[in-house]
């Protein structure tokens, strides 16, 4: 018999594996002996070790036996393996760390009684789909915000909704908490009368209007993206390209409504947007953007139009200020 080979024992003398794993890893497929005696004992070539040793280092690292075979037959190379592994290390760093973010904020509660209702509600949360996200969010706006609306005008607003909730996969602890507490809002009759308050100028507005849904969202859409722009750009809101932004995103409404862009206009269009950014309307958003990122992109880009909106009123006004004095 060759001498470069070696019976179980010594192998497993050599690799700190245990004599019963070899022989599992025999019986399953996924080491066989280079040859088998008649009395029935194994023997392992200097690469059956070598072999056993990857299958080891890959099982202390988390490897299924399924990944294992794949990279021992070629079907998928080491880097590949390793990075899918990285993948699946890092998701499970991600969910112990969610645990403990829930365990922690839990032992914080007044009574036991609490720190259970927590922990189920933190969980029932994580394990809430998008789906299921969404048909709660259209559930409370749907005819709370928009009753009344022009169908194409209504069928707009909810695909907006839908999208802001367009989160996919489960959510962290924080992400969690942060849809809890806009679940807290939406659940609030009068945060919903709020919001439909604040809506019902342009909802009655865009019944008058001549513009069709599609087309104002479009040439809206446009501005916006305009805006996630020049924020990627570090742009401030007296840029002279958010000032000509923040001029074609008032001009859009104003023709709509047949109304001069002038100085009241503005005023009037800086108080009813300002509302998205004050008070409680303004920390549900501020959640939006937390819970889903794609969001807050959309939020920080109104939000710059806003503030360059603000920027031109002030500017308007000073120059009056200054035109009445030396007159």
Not at 128 to 140: A, I, T
Not at 161 to 177: D, H, S, V, Y
Not at 251 to 260: F, R, V
């Amino acid at each position: 018999m060759d001498q470069h080979l070696y019976r179980i024992g010594e192998v497993a003398a050599l690799t700190g594996a245990n004599p019963k794993t070899i022989r599992y890893y025999d019986m399953i497929g996924l080491l066989t002996p280079t040859c088998v005696s008649d009395a029935g004992y194994r023997y392992y070539s200097t690469r059956d070790i070598w072999k056993l040793e990857l299958i080891l280092t890959l099982r202390y690292v988390g490897f299924s036996i399924k990944d294992i075979r794949k990279v021992l037959t070629g079907e998928v190379s080491v880097c590949q393996a390793i990075r899918w592994q990285k993948e699946a290390i890092q998701s499970q760093i991600r969910h112990l760390n969610d645990m403990m973010t829930i365990l922690e904020q839990a032992q914080n509660s007044e009574s036991e009684e609490d720190s259970l209702r927590y922990i189920r509600d933190m969980v029932q949360a994580i394990e809430m789909s998008m789906e299921e996200r969404q048909q709660f969010v259209l559930g409370k706006v749907k005819e709370g915000l928009f009753k009344g609306w022009p169908p194409d005008w209504k069928e707009q607003m909810e695909k907006k909704f839908k999208r802001i909730f367009a989160l996919e996969g489960p959510l962290t602890a924080e992400q969690a908490a942060v849809w809890q507490e806009i679940r807290l809002y939406l659940n609030d009759p009068a945060f919903l009368e709020e919001m439909r308050q604040n809506l019902m100028p342009f909802g009655k507005l865009v019944q008058k209007w001549n513009v069709t849904a599609d087309e104002f969202g479009s040439r809206t859409w446009l501005v916006t993206q305009g805006a996630m722009q020049c924020l990627r750009e570090g742009r401030d809101p007296d840029d002279p390209r958010v000032q000509a932004l923040v001029d074609e995103w008032v001009s859009i409404y104003a023709e709509a409504m047949h109304l001069p862009m002038d100085l009241l206009f503005l005023e009037s269009f800086s108080e009813q947007t300002g509302k998205s950014f004050q008070g409680k309307e303004g920390r549900f958003w501020e959640l939006v953007g937390k819970l889903n990122p794609k969001s807050d992109q959309f939020y920080a880009a109104s939000r710059l139009l806003y503030q360059g909106l603000c920027w031109k009123l002030n500017r308007i006004r000073k120059r009056s200020e200054c035109a009445g004095t030396f007159s």
